[in-house]
């Protein structure tokens, strides 16, 4: 059987229907559930393109195979079907977009109708560099679930690792037809300017990541956008505190009214290269956000995206993708020690993981047990071990190879030669691929992801559904 999770959006509690095993998913049979009381506190975490594998993987890399992340620890579990409106495996926006409106859109897509295109007839990306070409009449904005709590007078927060412009983020705040559109979707963040999307009402609370460039003035060095618009200055003239660096970041009182941090030009460091001088973790990103929110006493939403696991695994770099993994799960657990001290058990909040989509990595082999990634041993990150004599496995050249490998990657090796556990460990390797593809261009997969929750309302007995099921508020 599946269930149907959805997050009751007035209310921040999560409800479940049952679904019946037909081929068809959308109909539903009613199941009786205890009555729950209304919630207060809604955190949604996603992992961008957190398979099971990279689960697993990040598991081993941190803790051995005998080891818990936090994630491991959430009570409630299930898993849930990615594909889109038009594709079989879907990119982050549609993705992200369907958990935040319970509308499943076509790829590139940001919290649109489904009929929505992101392309012409021609197959043109309705785009000009970062500057939205989207045809008047070209479908209808569907609301998220940001804008629907908002409206119910919750204070709300947008957390990241990427551009805060980038689809993940921008699906919980923006509305726009072809996701390369950031200047536009820039102008859909910042109040009071052209552009600004009115269902924010006076604004996000608090938004913490990088792309400073879709909102600096075309005069400017790191700047992207087209025209002269300075969307920090409007920022600040709307009333927010702008932080641009750690420092200022630190210096951010729980009182402060609003803020925009932005500390990167473009995405926010890898966590493994990350200056913490210069730069905030996610982690103290997430902190500092539910401070801010839960200061107002309104009850809140935030959204936090540990975005750059998918940036890494694009790469078929292991260690970075493992790594930020590793970071997005120590940011849960921020927010579930801090929200445990204002509000203990739980009983008014809701905390979700779960993630928009897989990768082609893989696991190989029989590997004999690593334990956790240190100094001295590679762990996960090295070669494939014999159980018995814990030397390297041989492919039938006799070469060696590694655990971790991908479907498809820049990696792809006409002939392996001798491989050594120092090098596939280190922070620049990209691990091997089966089918070739250009620098950056390894795919995202389609198979389930997780979803956990923990705190208020029912149980997740069993796998989720497809995304929108996961949020039809």
Same mark, same amino acid.
């Given at each position: ?11 921040? /509690? ?21 009555? *729950? ?32 992340? %936090? ?14 409106? =038009? ?9 992200? #977009? ?12 940001? /919290?649109?109708?489904?009929? %929505? ?69 820039? @102008? ?5 300017? /052209? ?6 009402? =006076? ?28 969307? *920090? ?20 009182? @729980? @009182?402060? !009214? ?7 030009? =473009? ?12 730069? !905030? ?47 997005? =799960? ?13 509000? !203990?058990?739980?009983?008014? %909040?809701? *905390? ?14 029989? #590997?004999?047990?690593?334990?956790? %990634? ?74 389930? *992801?997780?979803?956990? /929750?923990?705190?208020?309302? !029912?149980?997740?007995? #069993? #796998? ?10």
């Amino acid at each position: 059987m599946k269930l149907r999770i959805l997050i009751a959006a007035a209310t921040g /509690a999560m409800v479940l229907a049952g679904c019946s095993g037909s081929s068809n998913p959308l109909v539903e049979v009613p199941v009786e559930r205890p009555e *729950v009381k209304p919630g207060k506190n809604v955190i949604f975490f996603l992992g961008d393109g957190m398979g099971i594998t990279t689960m697993t993987a990040a598991r081993i890399y941190k803790v051995g195979e005998e080891g818990d992340l %936090t994630i491991d620890t959430l009570p409630e579990s299930g898993f849930v079907t990615t594909y889109s409106n =038009d594709a079989q495996v879907t990119d982050s926006a549609p993705s992200m #977009a369907a958990y935040m409106t319970g509308v499943k859109a076509n790829n590139e897509v940001i /919290a649109m109708s489904a009929n %929505t295109s992101a392309r012409d007839a021609g197959g043109k990306s309705y785009v000009n560099g970062a500057d939205s070409t989207c045809p008047a009449g070209n479908g209808t904005p569907a609301d998220t679930l940001l804008e629907i709590m908002k409206a119910k007078g919750y204070s709300t927060g947008v957390v990241t690792t990427t551009r805060i412009t980038h689809a993940t983020p921008a699906a919980t705040y923006s509305h726009i037809c072809h996701r390369d559109g950031e200047n536009n979707i820039a @102008a859909q963040l910042t109040p009071k300017g /052209a552009g600004f999307n009115s269902k924010l009402s =006076d604004g996000v609370d608090v938004i913490f990541g990088g792309g400073r460039r879709h909102f600096l003035p075309k005069a400017d060095a790191d700047s992207k956008r087209s025209d002269s618009r300075d969307l *920090v200055a409007e920022f600040k003239a709307a009333g927010y505190t702008y932080a641009s660096n750690f420092a200022e970041f630190d210096k951010i009182g @729980a @009182a402060t !009214p609003k803020v925009v941090g932005l500390f990167h030009k =473009d995405h926010m460091t890898y966590d493994l290269d990350r200056d913490a001088a210069k730069e !905030p973790s996610l982690a103290q990103m997430t902190g500092k956000s539910i401070d801010l929110l839960n200061s107002k006493k309104t009850g809140f939403f935030l959204m936090v995206e540990g975005g750059r696991i998918d940036h890494a695994l694009h790469a078929t770099n292991a260690r970075r993708a493992l790594q930020e993994t590793v970071a997005f =799960d120590e940011a849960i657990k921020v927010a579930l020690d801090k929200m445990q001290l204002v509000d !203990p058990g739980l009983k008014n %909040t809701l *905390v979700v993981v779960t993630a928009d989509h897989d990768h082609s990595i893989l696991l190989n082999g029989y #590997a004999k047990r690593t334990g956790k %990634t240190t100094s001295s041993e590679p762990g996960v990150l090295g070669l494939v071990k014999n159980v018995a004599t814990g030397q390297p496995e041989r492919d039938i050249n006799n070469n060696p190879y590694t655990v971790i490998g991908f479907g498809n990657g820049p990696n792809h090796l006409a002939t392996r030669g001798a491989l050594s556990d120092m090098q596939v460990a280190d922070k620049d390797y990209m691990q091997e691929s089966v089918i070739p593809t250009e620098a950056g261009g390894e795919t995202h997969g389609g198979t389930n *992801v997780f979803i956990g /929750a923990q705190g208020l309302g !029912p149980r997740i007995s #069993a #796998a989720c559904s497809t995304t929108p099921k996961c949020s039809a508020w």
